[in-house]
């Protein structure tokens, strides 16, 4: 099955209907993932090998707007300026809207607007798929499901399906080749008191995408292999820690398994390594306050920055330690 | 079985037999395992959970000289330097030499004399501990087999059964409860081009021993599992890269070997990270070295420090790189 094919399973009969409105918006959170998504089972539809559970960035996030125009190809911006069509972002919305084209001719004008440093390995893919599957059902008129729209951001970015709600959500990997049953879900859960940190390490550039760090990761490392079991044990433990607030445990189990991803690249063939000197200073640093009794885990992902979780009890004590550190409260009043 | 024991099955007849000689002296060499040693199935005795591979570093190690004193207590030097009877050094020192005291009274001098600097993470216990071993068979006569000496060192200190020869040394897991079958054995092997060079981040102090280290490894890292089966892997390539010279799947297998080790370390509870910002300043140097065609790559060991393997014909552009570097060549000419 290609994404073409996801698509039309998805809309059914409303599959090839004409756009109802002149245009659609709206507004996806960015998340950042406790327990990891790492390695797909099925690269052209996004479909990974393991479940996942990521905590939405709240205010942070894309708001996208799209349109119908009459021209031969896409017009797409970013922050209200114009992206060239041959650029790598700008391709992969165009890709991803494909399937959406009722005649070969229907072209869109799309502008995301992040409030997040792009490329700052906050998810900004996330987001951005998320808030244009949104935008594109309120253009079609679809009135899909949020399953149906997470099956559908998914095939963006994989991350994307857990970008459609506030606060904690989780991603079922499914066993269907379709992908039908492969989309997240939001938790019941709350903590008003959590608090994100970044802390970007902006002077670095990414080795490798994140798609082809998976891929090499998937067919070379010799530790890849228990990684399912890592994820299934940290899942419960991580539910089991928001679900009685167990702040330590939640710190915990999401820097191990945050560690446990980056272990697997390391023992890739060539070796992964996003960290910088930089994101090594961090790393013991957080240690360092931990070992003073100070509530501070981190976690990473396919890139240098850190992200820091702690209580809001604890927010001058971080800020104190890094000025520069990006707070995001999660909870947000919609 | 404790150490007394296993130093009593070794000597056989000559347990307990006075000392021949007024003083005994030996050198040994300092060595880097290319297959590590990462875990110990017995923590008195100092047997591994894997067997491991190393290379010895040529005229860099201990040279030890030890006599028979009228004290109440030894007396330890470290180039020619007295240190406390309650240093860390000392007492492992002392501890040590207890089986052999035939009397309760008998004292020893013992003067460690050494060309690495301390505390680098270039296994100083281990040429420490086999010239100890050499030098006390010289004190008392044994006439023992360089197997006995490997088995009796490695009392003293895991690695240090591997520092009784020059060149490539292969050490035995062995599977017995009292350690007889664990020893190592020099390997027919030998490569005269290949250079080690040693990169020392000294301003780093260990946050954890080794042994320590071990321990938490093997009791909460969910990756250790998998460690025994990367060893008989690593064991059976660098063994092979040994017997054809093929310096790349050496330098790959030690690189990617170390760095499976470190990733058990970096995925147990809480996390273990030797590496500094500088560790890892240096590891993407070599990498960048490596994708611009320069044979080299790194080890490293329970420390910040890296160890660089690469080729004499490319020297001088290791020096340009790396002023400060410390280099080895293996071969003794003896």
Known sequence: MNKNEAAKTILKTQYNQQPINENGEAFAPSNIALCKYWGKRNLELNLPITSSLSISLGDKG???????IDSHQDKIYLNNIPVANTDKFAHRITKF??????????AFAINTKSNIPIGSGVASSACGFAALTKALNNLFGWNLTDTE???????????ACRSLWHGFVKWEAGIQDDGMDSYATKLNYNWPDLRIGLLLISDATKPISSTNAMLRTVNTSSFYKLWPQQVAHDLV?????LQIKDFQKLGETAELNALAMHATMLTSNPPI??????????MHKVWQLRQQGLGVYFTQDAGPNLKLLFLEQDLKKIQNTWQDIIIITNEHKS
């Open 273 to 282: 390594l996003y960290s910088t000197p930089k994101t090594i200073e961090y």
């Open 97 to 106: 809207l494909d399937p959406f084209r009722t005649t070969k001719k229907l």
């Open 237 to 241: 433990q991580i539910e089991h820690a």
């Open 149 to 159: 729209l997470s099956i559908l951001a998914r095939l963006g970015s994989g991350s």
């Open 62 to 68: 894309a708001h996208t707007s799209i349109e119908v």
